[in-house]
């Protein structure tokens, strides 16, 4: 399930394949194994994931169960996300899946507010970023990404975790 517009790449995870723990389409379209160049460049930065079939869950996806695990499972995997994942603050991609991944989250909502904080490790936060930047080289080295860029990439991870209308807060 898979469109692309304006170098995006929006790619819906559904509910389905998180119940049943299929990894097996998402893997197949981002294996970096055997692209090209070109194929690298056009991918780096362009992957905006989301999950579809829980909207009448009130509960943050970072609190089902079945997504956390289905996130950490992934991020696992595929450790690429520094490399495939649209940084843009307004595509939530970071967030979405960073906080699905960790082990550690936690919402607390404020009575009579739309507003709540979700607190998490931000130890375990960089570690996995790191993970991912660090196994993320080779591809980089291979689409021919500058040193500049792969700073920018990296930075705008970091940048969108810290960027948000939600409020956060470490644990």
């Known amino acids: 399930m898979i469109s692309a517009h304006k170098h995006l790449i929006f790619h819906a995870i559904t509910r389905q394949e998180i119940e049943q723990f299929d990894l097996s389409s998402f893997l197949f379209v981002y294996d970096p ?6 194929e690298l460049e056009n991918l780096r930065g362009a992957l905006v994931p989301f999950v579809t079939g829980y909207d009448d869950d009130p509960r943050e996806l970072c609190e089902i169960p079945e997504v956390r695990a289905f996130f950490s499972d992934l991020n696992q995997r ?8 649209n940084t843009q603050r ?16 936690a919402v607390c909502r404020r009575e009579a507010s739309a507003k709540f904080t979700i607190a998490v490790d931000w130890n375990e936060a960089v570690e996995i970023v790191a993970r991912s930047a660090g196994k993320c080289g ?20 970091a940048t969108a975790l810290k960027a ?6 470490r644990l």
């Open 90 to 105: 307004e595509t939530e991609s970071v967030k979405i899946f960073l906080f699905c991944a960790l082990s550690s989250t």
């Open 33 to 38: 194994a055997g692209r090209s160049r070109q």
């Open 138 to 157: 080779p591809l980089w080295d291979q689409a021919n990404t500058s040193t500049a860029d792969r700073h920018a990439q990296i930075t705008s991870i």
């Open 78 to 85: 595929w450790p690429y996300f520094a490399f495939f994942l």
């Open 164 to 169: 948000s209308p939600i409020i956060y807060q």
